[in-house]
């Protein structure tokens, strides 16, 4: 059974730092794309970075350009989102993805979420 635990989230000053971490189970990881997303009420989900199972290749949505890093330790099983200079905008719960194409077949899995609120 896959698993997606996601931490690290909690309140924190604007302009203020947090670390989120997405602990993978279940699957092969090294194979999987790896992402997250977030939420915030009433607005639809929205793509924040992604990163290639090898780690080489990064992609961040325009909000986050420049603040946010994405990257992953593959013996460990987990990806992370170093989240700098964070601003009230930011707030929303961050969701863990993990997604593979074999063939003709994709899969996707989602962790729970972290709350993240950012105060002014």
């Known amino acids: 059974q896959v698993q997606l635990v996601e931490s690290g989230g909690g309140l924190v000053q604007a302009g203020g730092s947090l670390r989120l971490s997405c602990a993978a189970s279940g699957l092969t990881f090294s194979n999987y794309g790896m992402g997250w997303f977030r939420q915030a009420p009433g607005k639809e989900r929205e793509f924040v970075a992604a990163?290639?199972?090898?780690?080489?290749?990064?992609y961040y949505g325009d909000s986050v350009k420049g603040r946010f890093t994405i990257s992953r330790d593959n013996a460990k099983g987990t990806v992370y989102l170093q989240m700098n200079n964070l601003k009230p905008e930011d707030t929303a719960v961050y969701y863990c993805?993990?997604?593979?194409?074999?063939?003709?077949?994709?899969?996707?899995?989602w962790g729970q979420g972290t709350q993240v609120t950012v105060s002014s």
């Open positions: 990163i290639g199972w090898s780690g080489g290749s990064t």
């Open positions: 993805n993990a997604g593979v194409t074999e063939g003709l077949m994709t899969y996707n899995y």
